[in-house]
T-cell receptor, first 112, second 111 residues
C-alpha cells in the first residue's frame, strides 16, 4: 500500500539554527514526492518536488529536501531557520500520475 | 493569472440546507481536486476530476457531489448539510505528475 508519514507533530527550533522536518514513504515503483507549506488561514503552497535525478532538491524560500531511497525518506531541511518559517508543513506522495497522498502535517515553530 | 479561486470564503449553514462551493482555475489544468481539512488534521480527498466531464470519488465522498462541465470550473455541492461537514474546503488543480495549486479555501460551519 502507498503511504506517507510525518513522524513529528511539531518541530521546535531557534532562529538561525538548521531545521529538519521528517517524512517517510512507502510505494511500489518510483516515488513522486512533494513538500507544501500552509500559513494560517491560507491554502497550501508548493515548496519543492522530487521526481527523478539529484537526491538533493532545492526549492522556494531556501528550503531543500534530501531523497534517500534506501531509507525511504524525503526530509525537508533549511540551513538557517527564520521566525517567518513557522507554519504547517505537509509531505506528499504522488500516485497514479495525478492523485496525491498527503501526510498529516508537521507544525514548525521557530523561536526568536 | 488568478490561479485557483474559491467562493465563498466563509459560510454558515443550518442542518439540512444545501449549498455549492465554487472553484475555478485559469491555468488550463486537466486535473482538479476537492479536499477537506478538519482542525489539526491533514487533507482528505473528497472528489477529483481528470478532465471536463470526468469525475471520480476520493476518500470521503459521502454527502457531496461534483460536476465538471468545463476545464476551468469544478463546483462542489453539499446536499443536506450535517455538522460533520463543518470543515475547511480546499480546491486544487494540477497537470499530470506535477505539483498542485491550491485555492484560499472555504470555511464552512454547519449548525
Amino acid at each position: 500500500a502507498q503511504s506517507v508519514a510525518q513522524p513529528e507533530d511539531q518541530v521546535n527550533v531557534a532562529e538561525g539554527n538548521p531545521l529538519t522536518v521528517k517524512c517517510t514513504y512507502s510505494v511500489s515503483g518510483n516515488p513522486y514526492l512533494f513538500w507544501y507549506v500552509q500559513y494560517p488561514n491560507r491554502g497550501l503552497q508548493f515548496l519543492l518536488k522530487y521526481i527523478t535525478g539529484d537526491n538533493l532538491v532545492k526549492g522556494s524560500y531556501g528550503f531543500e529536501a534530501e531523497f534517500n531511497k534506501s531509507q525511504t525518506s524525503f526530509h525537508l531541511k533549511k540551513p538557517s531557520a527564520l521566525v517567518s518559517d513557522s507554519a504547517l508543513y505537509f509531505c506528499a506522495l504522488g500516485t497514479g500520475g495525478f492523485k496525491t497522498i498527503f501526510g498529516a502535517g508537521t507544525r514548525l515553530f521557530v523561536k526568536a | 493569472n488568478a490561479g485557483v479561486t474559491q467562493t465563498p470564503k466563509f459560510r454558515i449553514l443550518k442542518i439540512g440546507q444545501s449549498m455549492t462551493l465554487q472553484c475555478a482555475q485559469d491555468m488550463n489544468h486537466n486535473y482538479m481536486y476537492w479536499y477537506r481539512q478538519d482542525p489539526g488534521m491533514g487533507l482528505k480527498l473528497i472528489y477529483y476530476s481528470v478532465g471536463a466531464g470526468i469525475t471520480d470519488k476520493g476518500e470521503v465522498p459521502n454527502g457531496y457531489n461534483v460536476s465538471r462541465s468545463t476545464t476551468e470550473d469544478f463546483p462542489l455541492r453539499l446536499e443536506l448539510a450535517a455538522p460533520s461537514q463543518t470543515s475547511v474546503y480546499f480546491c486544487a488543480s494540477s497537470s499530470s505528475y506535477n505539483e498542485q495549486f491550491f485555492g484560499p479555501g472555504t470555511r464552512l460551519t454547519v449548525l
